[in-house]
């Protein structure tokens, strides 16, 4: 009766063994599967990085913040770059509250007014804007010039109002 016992004991516990076994390794399998997915996925994610990063690059290449020449240009003259950046924009945005902005020689439609959106400084002589009245839109391509006073004058060199149906 005893030797009984302990023959189904061990045929039990040898069934328990093999369950345990085959159970970790399917799961050793699933999660070696699992991780390879992830490395892919990790690879495919810094190659997007690195092409990102290189449109960035592309992208950021007119920007005065990355034009060490221009930088050196104003930093010769004592200005801070990053101080300056604010108060070129801010003084073009401005000209918005003017009755008329000097910069924008288009007029506007149905009483509205033709207003400067957005601005991208290229280096230390160049701006190029975009302006609109909510209907009619367009862009700029400003120089400007800061004075000895420390005041900025612009002038503008080109525009362009885009066709509207």
């Known amino acids: 009766m005893k030797q009984k016992i302990f023959i189904y004991l061990f045929v039990f516990t040898a069934l328990l063994v093999v369950y345990q076994f085959i159970s970790s390794k399917n799961t050793f399998k699933d999660m070696n ?12 994610y810094k190659d997007s990085l690195v092409a990102m990063d290189h449109k960035i690059q592309e992208l950021s290449y007119f920007n ?13 003259d004592g200005y801070n770059v990053d101080s300056l950046i604010p108060v070129i924009k801010d003084q073009l945005h401005e000209l918005n509250f003017e009755k008329k902005n000097p910069l924008i020689p288009y007029e506007s439609s149905e009483g509205r007014k033709m207003l400067i959106n ?3 400084i290229l280096n230390h002589k160049w701006i190029i804007a975009d302006f609109s009245d909510g209907e009619y839109w ?5 120089n400007y010039f800061i004075n000895e ?10 525009s362009f109002l885009y066709p509207f149906d």
């Open 118 to 120: 957005t601005v991208k």
């Open 64 to 76: 005065l913040e990355r034009n060490e020449d221009a930088m050196s240009y104003f930093e010769r």
């Open 33 to 44: 599967a699992t991780i390879g997915d992830y490395k892919a996925l990790n690879k495919t």
């Open 149 to 158: 006073d420390k005041t900025i004058d612009f002038e503008l060199q080109e």
């Open 138 to 142: 367009g862009e700029l391509f400003i």
